[in-house]
């Protein structure tokens, strides 16, 4: 699809921060150009952090409040969090409706998420919930969304289906690396507004130097190129 074509954009990920490490540089031209974005959280992060004095409890609330913050720092004010268990995250029948229910909500032209093939050559973004929540959301968009007869419930709900014309695929196995030559100020601000500049209890400190502010990002925080997204792998779902 051309980008004049998009006028509402969705990207589902498995934690708070997946979108901020993986897309922000995209999102922020997205929004840029008036594109709508919703981000779709599958979990609350409650099993991420570094501080052992932060109490576990304290965790989901400061995820979601560092989420919320990097995704107004790019744009984007409606993000859905549903709530599963970080960490023990699966391409189950009920994760996929919940995806679905987002979808048919939003109702995209184009889909963002997380690659459900392992990257070997970069483990990282292989996360096992990563993995699960590219599945789900490839699922959710081939055929629940579109599937009239698909999780009834969501009709009942007043959710009518939608077809996902596109999908954008992140952080897979073939994913280059190339740099990000015009990052907005909103773009370059995502990851520290994520970890708070370095204090949060549940982030590694942020270094400048490796960062999307630098001259290297790797691919998947890459701006897209018309049908040819460099850093992504783009499905044509119509």
Known sequence: MSAEQITRALVVVAHPDDVDFGAAGTVATWTDAGIAVTYCIATDGDAGGFDPDVPRAQIPAIRRAEQEAAAKAVGVSDVVFLGYPDGRLQASIALRRDIARVI??????????????????????????????????????????????????????????????EVWVMAGPTSPTVSLTSPTCSTASSAPCAATRARSPTRLPWSPT?????AVWPSWRASPKARSPRGFFAIDTA
């Open 104 to 165: 048919r909500r939003v109702r995209p032209q184009r889909v963002l998420c997380s690659s459900p093939e392992r990257n070997w050559q970069r483990i990282h973004p292989s996360h096992p919930d990563h993995l699960a929540a590219g599945e789900a959301a490839l699922c959710a968009v081939y055929p629940d969304a579109r599937n009239s007869f698909a999780h009834p419930e969501l009709a009942v709900e007043g959710y009518e289906a939608w077809t996902v014309p």
């Open 210 to 214: 490796s960062g999307p502010g630098s």
